[in-house]
Structure formats: C-alpha cells, structure tokens
C-alpha cells in the first residue's frame, strides 16, 4: 500500500512539473503588433500600440460586419511598435484596393512622423510597390493577384538586408535591400497623415489618401516559416495566435 501511496505521489508530482515546463508558443511571444480593425483600432499583441481612426470599419473578405478598415480621405496611426528595422521580422496584412492613386500611400512604418522618407507599400503608374527609403533602386513590385473576394493577402519577411515577399502566401520575390537603422517605429495606414516640416515650427499635414480597406495587420520580432505563412494567408477564418476578446 505504502508502495502504491508513493508511486502516486511520484506521478503527481511528474505532472506539475510537465505544466510548468510547458512551452511557450514563439508565435505568440514574437507577435509585437496585431491590429485585427474588428470595430475598433486596439493593438491586440503585448505591445499595445493601440492605435487612431477617422476612417470607417466595413465589411472584411469572408463578409464579417466592421471588421476591416475602408480608407477614403484619412489615416490611422499605432502607437510606438519596438522593431528593428535591420533585424528579422514579418509583416503581414489584408488588403483590398479600391481607386488607384498615383503616389500614395498604404503603409508606412515611421520613425518620429517622418515624410516620405520611410519604408511604406504605395502606389505608382498603377503598380504597387514595397520599398524602404526614397531610393527607387531599393523597392520590390507588389503583384496584383486577388484570391478572396477582391483581397489580397501581403506578406514580407526582412533578414538585415534580405527581403522575401509572399503573395496569398506564395513566395514571389527575394531581393537585397537597405533598411533603415530604425529601433522603433509607428505604423501608419491610409493616407499615414504624417506631417511634413516645410519651414521651422510649421507643420502642413502630408496627403497621400490611397482608397484601400486593409484588415489583419500582424508584425512579428521573427520570420515565420513558410507553414504559418499559408496558414495566416487563407481566405477563411485564421487561427490566431493570440485568443480572440
């Protein structure tokens, strides 16, 4: 019996150990910002970049009520997001284009408000394009391939220099590109309603309103391996890594 008591105790023992030791999920710790623009504009990541609209929350691809972001004539902006801009990271989001606009931006990742200056996703000549600075050498061409409803998913992975882009999950450039030496960062969508300094201790705010809805934007401190990138690219619901509130 005595025998039996301990063997028990033992395997007890054994299982509050395992719970302990469990692992933590690296998606979850290494997502720094997640704006999933569900009717609101909170930044759902431990960073809590939570972010500003004057623009209205619509429909998203698989049809849910006010959960994605339709931009027409303004901005939203997050919080300050801690990325390294040199370092290795993800960003992924959702994206419908309505109009074309020559010029203007979808997504700005900026140090301070800079003006254009800053790596952004915009539009030119009816063509999109990731790039990190006002270099037109140092940019790669977004392809326009819808495969839910409209939307197209976009993702990019950085290693220092080396930039992946993924289309609907599918790999579709890599190129050598010089980031910024930028540890932090806002992010801004829209028009990113930066402002520009034309004269010392004037400000005029910088227009550049693309007419895009964008939903699910996602920056995680690593690069995710090809598995999680087809899972977060799908047209349906998306398992996140982060429990829904």
Same mark, same amino acid.
């Given at each position: 019996? =005595? #025998?039996?008591?301990?063997?028990? @105790?033992?395997?007890?023992?054994?299982?509050?150990?395992? &719970?302990?030791?469990?692992?933590?999920?690296?998606?979850?710790?290494? *997502?720094?910002?997640? +704006?999933?623009? $569900?009717?609101?504009?909170? $930044?759902?990541?431990?960073?809590?970049?939570?972010?500003?609209?004057?623009?209205?929350?619509?429909?998203?691809?698989?049809? %849910? *009520?006010?959960?994605?972001? =339709? +931009?027409?004539?303004?901005? +939203?902006?997050?919080?300050?997001?801690?990325?390294?801009?040199? !370092?290795?990271?993800? +960003?992924?989001?959702?994206?419908?284009?309505?109009?074309?606009?020559?010029?203007?931006?979808?997504?700005?990742?900026?140090?301070? =408000?800079?003006?254009?200056?800053?790596?952004?996703?915009?539009?030119?000549? !009816?063509?999109?394009?990731?790039?990190?600075?006002?270099?037109?050498?140092?940019?790669?061409?977004?392809?326009?391939?819808?495969?839910?409803?409209?939307?197209?998913?976009?993702?990019?992975?950085?290693?220092?220099?080396?930039?992946?882009?993924?289309? %609907?999950?599918? *790999?579709?450039?890599?190129?050598?590109?010089?980031?910024? %030496?930028?540890?932090?960062?806002? *992010?801004?969508?829209?028009?990113?309603?930066?402002?520009?300094?034309?004269?010392? !201790?004037?400000?005029?705010?910088? &227009?550049? /309103?693309?007419?895009?809805?964008? $939903?699910?934007?996602? @920056?995680?401190?690593?690069?995710?391996?090809?598995?999680?990138?087809?899972? @977060?690219?799908?047209?349906?619901? #998306?398992?996140? /890594?982060?429990?829904?509130?």
């Amino acid at each position: 019996m =005595k #025998q039996i008591f301990v063997v028990v @105790i033992a395997l007890i023992s054994f299982s509050s150990c395992s &719970k302990e030791k469990k692992p933590e999920n690296p998606k979850e710790s290494n *997502l720094i910002a997640y +704006f999933k623009l $569900d009717g609101n504009t909170f $930044d759902h990541s431990k960073t809590k970049a939570h972010g500003v609209t004057d623009q209205q929350f619509v429909s998203d691809r698989i049809g %849910n *009520l006010n959960s994605s972001l =339709k +931009f027409s004539n303004g901005y +939203f902006r997050s919080g300050i997001i801690p990325l390294n801009l040199r !370092g290795q990271y993800t +960003f992924s989001m959702w994206m419908k284009i309505n109009a074309w606009d020559d010029g203007n931006a979808l997504m700005e990742l900026t140090e301070n =408000k800079q003006c254009n200056l800053n790596p952004q996703i915009w539009q030119n000549g !009816g063509v999109m394009y990731l790039t990190t600075s006002s270099n037109s050498n140092n940019r790669i061409r977004i392809p326009q391939i819808s495969n839910c409803n409209g939307w197209t998913h976009v993702l990019y992975t950085v290693n220092e220099t080396i930039t992946n882009l993924y289309i %609907n999950g599918v *790999l579709t450039e890599t190129k050598s590109m010089e980031w910024p %030496n930028t540890q932090n960062v806002d *992010l801004t969508l829209g028009n990113a309603g930066n402002q520009c300094f034309v004269s010392p !201790g004037v400000q005029n705010p910088y &227009k550049q /309103p693309s007419r895009v809805t964008i $939903d699910e934007v996602k @920056i995680y401190n690593i690069i995710l391996p090809n598995s999680e990138i087809l899972k @977060i690219s799908g047209c349906g619901n #998306q398992i996140s /890594p982060i429990k829904k509130i």
